[in-house]
């Protein structure tokens, strides 16, 4: 995907008169194509890994054509710096193009997200979506439309799953010791937690998510329906945040109204999963030393060895 995003110096290099003569416009191009590469790889090392090198590669290719179009040697800036600051502006335009999920989009998520968890304190088990529409004021044609629209736009990464806008997804880029080692302590809980997760709510996490697989084919080979699939689902993101949270952010994480019931006796097991199956040493083992996956994109839950 390219971004259609046009910029009004990109307008004014299009429509002005070049300084420099064709030929220098590409011997400046050809020499700073390594300045592109630089860029897309410092980027694509703090973003999320659904976002592809190609994309913006060619978003940072655009602006370097630009900038050489645009720049005049008169005005005293290096053309290294002048394309820099163009090509990062590409590539953030590019990002922003990506996540077209609208405000009104999230907002609906949240709402749904906290009348779900509402209804399954309430009713001690997930809510079926004609329940979860009639709390919502809605219908379920609605409810799986917003749901539909929020999972295309939603990031879920080994950092966590967020529905991010894009100026959120690029952090600072050199964390400290303290706080590259939170990150990976994050990532590898992350990895331990899906394990941890029942079989069939891991399969639908692993599979919708991570391997991007269609909600009509997980609920084929599960022989159920695509409802089911999706309300296995959200069980399944439910269960993973609020296990992240009871042993990252005690703070955080529920408190059940009836700590005896079927429902909270699950969940507690569940986080004693995650504690058995889960060493400082195996969350470390799951990146390198800058906190990029050491198993690679393929990924695959883990527990403790």
């Known amino acids: 995907m390219t971004s259609t995003v046009t910029t009004a110096a990109d307008m004014i290099a299009d429509t002005a ?29 703090r973003i999320p890994n659904h976002i592809h090198r190609d994309d913006l590669t060619s978003a940072g ?77 809605t219908t379920t044609t609605d409810l799986h439309q917003t749901d539909t629209d929020v999972q295309r736009a939603t990031v879920l990464s080994l950092q966590g799953f967020t529905t991010s806008s894009a100026d959120d997804l690029v952090t600072e880029p050199t964390p400290g010791p303290e706080e590259m080692l939170l990150r990976r302590e994050q990532i590898g809980y992350l990895h331990h937690a899906i394990g941890s997760l029942p079989e069939r709510l891991q399969t639908v996490v692993t599979e919708y998510f991570l391997q991007e697989r269609p909600m009509a084919e997980i609920a084929a080979d599960l022989g159920v329906t695509e409802s089911r699939v999706s309300q296995l689902r959200a069980e399944a993101l439910s269960l993973l945040r609020d296990g992240l949270n009871t042993h990252l952010n005690p703070e955080l994480a529920p408190v059940p109204d009836n700590p005896e019931s079927i429902t909270a ?41």
């Open 61 to 137: 290719l655009h602006a370097l054509v630009t900038a050489a179009r645009g720049w005049d040697p008169a005005r005293g800036v290096p053309f290294h710096r002048f394309a820099g600051t163009r090509i990062r502006g590409a590539l953030l335009d590019e990002l922003r193009a990506l996540d077209w999920a609208t405000r009104s989009v999230r907002s609906k998520a949240r709402n749904t997200d906290v009348t779900r968890q509402q209804l399954t304190t309430t009713l001690g088990r997930t809510p079926t979506p004609d329940e979860l529409a009639q709390a919502l004021g």
């Open 17 to 45: 008169s070049p300084v420099l003569s064709a030929g220098e416009q590409e011997e400046l191009i050809r020499t700073h194509m390594p300045l592109v590469g630089h860029l897309v790889r410092d980027m694509l090392s």
């Open 265 to 305: 006796r699950r969940r507690a097991t569940y986080y004693a999963n995650i504690a058995s199956n889960t060493t400082m040493r195996s969350r470390l083992a799951m990146t390198n030393a800058n906190g990029h996956t050491a198993i690679g994109r393929g990924f695959k839950p883990g527990r403790a060895a």
